[in-house]
């Protein structure tokens, strides 16, 4: 006969307690392990979120080990490596950077902001316009500033590099071409940055 055969007392076990495995004493349903014996009488919640780390951190192992096996590979028509790199980009740039004065640039701003950071925010564009200052933001990088129909209003364009030997051609009144990246608008102002001298 077993201990815990032994040891059962003669009244009903209520709804919050059960009896331990091991020793058969009555132990709330809350409890994590029998004060008397220690036996772990459920799971703890830490544990529980552990396992299911473990286990979403091996699915994610076997997912990226599945994609890289299946990835298609490359036909025999395609070339293996691009003969000149920086050609090829040169090109590319070319055929799908647009071109835009500073004039119209701030028009799109003034008309239609939304059209315009659809049309310019985050992608490359070469401005070209008349400077009408050049000088150093907060951060000390240089800024260029192109005239607009508005003689309080400029296309701000922050230069990439302090060091390029074509910043000592920029001054006061003569015409520019940047090509840069479109930032939005700060107070109405366009505003372009990795700016390099064309």
């Keep these: 006969m077993s201990v815990a055969a032994v040891r059962q007392p003669p009244y009903p076990v209520r709804v919050q307690q059960r009896r331990c495995g091991k020793c058969g004493k009555l132990v709330s349903r ?6 008397r014996c220690g036996k772990a009488q459920r ?11 473990g286990v979403l951190i091996v699915g994610m192992f076997a997912v990226a080990i599945l994609s890289g096996t299946a990835a298609p590979a490359r036909s ?22 647009p071109e835009v004065t500073a ?17 310019y925010r985050d992608r490359s564009v070469v401005v070209t316009g008349t400077i009408r200052a050049v000088d150093r933001n907060f951060e000390g990088d240089m800024v260029v500033r192109l005239s607009t129909p508005d003689p309080l209003e400029t296309v701000n364009a922050k230069l990439a590099t302090r060091t390029d030997p074509a910043l000592t051609g920029l001054t006061k009144g003569r ?11 700060l107070m109405g ?4 940055a990795s700016c390099f001298v064309r």
């Excluded at 025999?76 to 950077?97: D, H, N, Y």
């Excluded at 102002?189 to 372009?192: E, I, M, R, Y």
Aim: some cysteine; proline content about 6%; glycine content about 4%.
């Design 189 to 192: 102002a366009p505003v372009l």
């Design 30 to 35: 809350s409890a994590y392990a029998c004060r």
């Design 76 to 97: 025999a028509e395609t070339p293996a490596v691009i003969a000149s790199p920086v050609a090829a980009a040169a090109g590319f740039m070319k055929a799908q950077t």
């Design 103 to 119: 004039e119209d640039l701030w028009s799109a701003y003034s008309r239609d902001r939304v059209a315009a950071e659809r049309a």
């Design 175 to 185: 015409s520019v071409s940047l090509l840069c990246v479109g930032h939005g608008a």
């Design 43 to 53: 799971l703890r919640p830490r544990m529980m979120l552990l396992f299911a780390a």
